[in-house]
Structures are given as structure tokens and as C-alpha cells.
């Protein structure tokens, strides 16, 4: 009895040992192991063919019947694009190839799902994705020209903005080609000068530039809203109400003012005949630029212009014009005035900020004068030098010549260099200005730079980096023509890294374009501002000294 039951538990000991010592069964795990475009393993690739051949490793065979609806390739986030599928390693690696041609310039993903399951049935442990951005179609998008006219047909089409594109009622410069009434008073000096370009160029008459400017004249004059002289940044072009810039900004814009008259001005000396209605613009001109009270902008006579007020909040934005920036026209214009002229030390100590306003350091071996590390925004040396030519003035601070060139110079090897690694910034692809961005609105500069390309900053910068610019110009037109040329010359930006292009044109960014071209190839718009004696002036009791001076 007692072997028996010896001989039931040894026995039962020995079962339970061997069923405790099995090994346990194998739980697949189901991964991504690696992928690659033709060869290459990076995560996000640029420059990719339109007939790429993208490998997806897989740590186990997958199940080709979930293959088809769980890996995908989409164009922008939306299209879903035919594929081609094979396999590859017993059905390890999958290899997909897009049935057509890809488009170019354009943003790619291939998603793996978590729904795709192995031979096993196991489902994909993560979810997968590959992004990658096609190349640049690099055939010519329009017929070869000339330079000259290559440059014709971009003045030609860019004019459009302000002459079929200005408001019906006021003439004036619309804000953007969305603004419907509302027109902008900066643009539309901007736009004054454009005009009398296009006169130089045979693209309108010297009679309908002229009717055209005595539209705006009668307007601002007559429907639009003065305070102490200055006019508001937006205006309504039907009516000639203030549209407030911003919650405090419902009232003067000193910088704005500036710009409107350095256009207005310019044409002043343009029309300059006996011609009666000539005659009379030129006295309509006369009276808006006298009646600007640029000593009332010193808020009680302090050594610095104010850039705004309102008639209802006062000084609240309390924003003093200096430092380097695109507003130096405004203390020429203010010291030029021969009814309301500011003193220089409001210039010395105020714009140039008691001397502070000098950099003198080196950027890409370029030596910069005066403003911010590497120079800020192009627009710095565009709005001012539309009229105010750069070439040969000296003052204190610095030669402008240099300033501007130098300027120019290294936001152009910055994009070169490339440092934070934009996809198509090159010595073909640069520019970093003030424009719309993705997101909304962005001061681009080498230090602020979301990568995004805007033309008017290279373009505009013409008579700076002429052999640069017109490169750059030629690669707009030639290569991306398709994507951001239109109605009214080049879009206003354009990002390569995400790609993405802007419907939006500017007022502030098209008329430089027109004009900086222009002063390139003639000078016209510099020989005219400075022509008008209280320029010359103005310019000589600030300490300016120029060979026009």
C-alpha cells in the first residue's frame, strides 16, 4: 500500500515537473524595421524622382491581402495615389512604386496602419510613416527672353496690381488682392512711383498716369481723413474713412505718410509741364505735403518722430521711428517739409539714436554699417531708397552704398550657406523680407527665418545685387513660373521645404519690385525724388552728402 502510493506521487511529481518546464509558445511582434527611397534611409527626403522605388522592412512576412488597404501613399495630406506592389525577403520588405508620375515640388507620406497584419495575423505593433517632397521640374516653364525683356514683362505684369487691380473710386493702392475698399496709403505711394514707371516704359500714357495720380490727389484730399496732417495706414477707397491697422491704430501713420509722400513728390517732379492739368496736380500735391505737421509727431517737441496717434487714444502706442529700419524716409521727408521742418538733433538723437544705430560688424565677410545681426529684413533698404538713391550718399553714420549692398549681400550668402537647412534655398533661390507666411505674416531674415522665399526681396533688390537678383529672377520666372507667376506678376512667397505657394499679392512687395527694377535700368525714380529742391535741402541739413546733393 504504502509503495503504491510512493509510486502515485513520484509519478505525479514527474508530470507536473515536465509540464512546468515546456517551453512557452512564441507571441509574434510585429515591426517596422527600416525603409528607404531609392537607397536612401532618411525619415523626411527632399528632391525626390517622380517615379521613386520606396522599400518598407518588416520584421516578419506580411499579409499580402491587408497590404493594399492599409499602406498608403498620399499627395498633401488628402489624395490617395495608385501604387504598384511587390515583395521581396520571403515577403519581409515591400517594395511600392506609384503607377504614373509624381508632381513636382509636392509633399508626400506613406502610411503604414496599425491594421496591417503579418502571415500570423499579427497586426502591426506602431503605425509608419515616410514623408518626402518631389523635385523641381527643371524645364523652362515660358519661352526664353531677352534680360531687357525679361525685365519688361515683369514690370509689364506686376503694374497690372496697381493699375487694373486699383480701387475704381479713389485710384489708390488695395492693401492686398483681397481688400475689396480697403486701399493703403504706403502702397499707394508706392504704387505713384510704379506709375510714372510705366509711362517711362510705354506701358500706359503720360495722360492716364497723370489723371490716375490726380484721382489719388483729389481724393486724399477732399474724401480722406488728415490728422495734423499725416493720413491713417488703411483707408476705405470708397469713402475715404480710416480703417483702424489695429485696436490703437484708428488714426495717423507718420511712416505710411512718408511713403505716400515720396510717391506723390516724385510725381511732382514728373509732371512738370505748363499743362494746366499738370499744373494743378502739382499744386494738389504741393498742399498735402505742406499741410503734414511733422513736428506735432515729437509729442511735445521730444528729439524723435512718433510713428503713430490717434484721436482718441492719443500717444498709446507710443512707438518712436528709430533705430535701422525701413523708416529713414520719414526723417528725410519730415526735414525736407517747407512749412513744418524738423530740426537735425531730432534725427541725430533720434533715429540714429545718439550714434547707437552703427553695427560695423562682419556677416559673411560683408561689413554692416548699421541695424540688426545680419542686416533683418530686406525691406530695410527698399521702402526709403525707392526714391532716396543710395549710391555715392554719405552721412555720419555711414556710406549707404555700403549699407545697402552689404545688406543685401548677406541675406543672399545666408540663403546660399543655408544653415538651417531649407529645402531649395540656393544662390538661385533667395530673398528673406517681410511677407505672408504659411501661418500669416512674418519679418523673414536670416535671424527670424521659417523658410520661406519671398521675390520682391531679391527682385527689389536689383540695383543692389544686380548679377544675383537677375539670377534670381530668371529662376522664378524659368523654373517655378508655374507655381508662382499670375495675374499680377509673382506671388508673394513660396515655401520649398513644405511645399506650399501663396495666392496673395501686396501692395507693399509688388510696388518696390516695379520700381527698384527701375531705378536698375534707368535710375528714374531716384533722378526725380531727389531733383525736388526741399529733398535736396532737407537731405543737406540732416548732414546727408551725395554727388546729387
Known sequence: MKRSLFFFLSLTLFFSCKKNNSPLPSVEIFTVNGSSINGNSASVQ????????????????????????????????????????????????????PVGALVPISKYMVSVSTSLPSVQNTNLQSAYAITFITQIDSTDKFPLLSDNQLLDTVQRRTFRYFWEFGHPISGMARERNTSGDLVTSGGTGFGVM???????????????????????????????????????????????????FSTNDNGADLVETAYLMEGLITARQ???????????????????????????????SQNVLYWHWSPDKAWIINAQVRGWMEAL?????????????????????????????RNNNTYYTYQLPMGPSNGGPLFFEHYSFLGINPNGLN????????????????????????????NGYSNLCWGL???????????????????????????????????ESINALKFFYYKLGDKIWGQYG?????????????????????????????????????????????IKNGMRRLGFTAPYL
Open 433 to 467: 523680407t517681410a511677407s505672408d507666411i504659411p501661418t500669416g505674416y512674418n519679418a523673414n531674415e536670416p535671424n527670424n527665418d521659417p523658410g520661406v522665399i519671398s521675390p520682391t526681396a531679391a527682385l527689389s533688390s536689383m540695383p543692389y545685387t544686380p548679377v
Open 194 to 244: 510704379a506709375m510714372i514707371a510705366a509711362v517711362n516704359r510705354n506701358f500706359i500714357t503720360r495722360t492716364e498716369a497723370r489723371d490716375r495720380i490726380l484721382l489719388i490727389s483729389n481724393f486724399l484730399t477732399n474724401n480722406c481723413t488728415r490728422y495734423h496732417g499725416a493720413f491713417a495706414h488703411w483707408i476705405n477707397g470708397s469713402s475715404g474713412a480710416t480703417i483702424p
Open 46 to 97: 527632399y528632391n525626390i524622382g517622380y517615379s521613386p522605388i520606396i522599400k518598407i522592412n518588416f520584421s516578419a512576412p506580411v499579409n499580402r491581402s491587408g497590404v493594399i488597404n492599409n499602406v498608403l501613399l498620399v499627395l498633401n495630406g488628402a489624395l490617395t495615389i495608385p501604387v504598384n506592389f511587390t515583395y521581396q525577403n520571403n515577403d519581409s520588405t515591400l517594395i511600392l512604386q
Open 270 to 300: 514728373y509732371f512738370n509741364t505748363a499743362d494746366p492739368v499738370e499744373t494743378d496736380l502739382r499744386n494738389k500735391i504741393n498742399v498735402l505735403l505742406n499741410g503734414v505737421e511733422w513736428n506735432w509727431f515729437r509729442q511735445s
Open 329 to 357: 524716409i520719414t526723417y528725410v521727408m519730415a526735414s525736407s517739409s517747407l512749412t513744418d521742418s524738423i530740426p537735425k538733433i531730432v534725427y541725430d538723437n533720434g533715429w540714429a539714436v545718439n550714434g547707437n544705430i
Open 395 to 422: 552721412d555720419t553714420y555711414a556710406n549707404y552704398q555700403v549699407q545697402t549692398t552689404n545688406h543685401t549681400k548677406i541675406n543672399y550668402e545666408y540663403c546660399k550657406a543655408n544653415p538651417r537647412g531649407w
Open 490 to 534: 509673382f506671388v508673394d512667397a513660396f515655401k520649398l521645404s513644405d511645399p506650399w505657394f501663396a495666392i496673395s499679392n501686396l501692395a507693399i512687395d509688388q510696388g518696390p519690385i516695379i520700381v527698384m527694377i527701375e531705378n536698375y535700368r534707368s535710375g528714374l525714380l531716384w533722378n526725380l525724388f531727389t531733383s525736388a529742391p526741399e
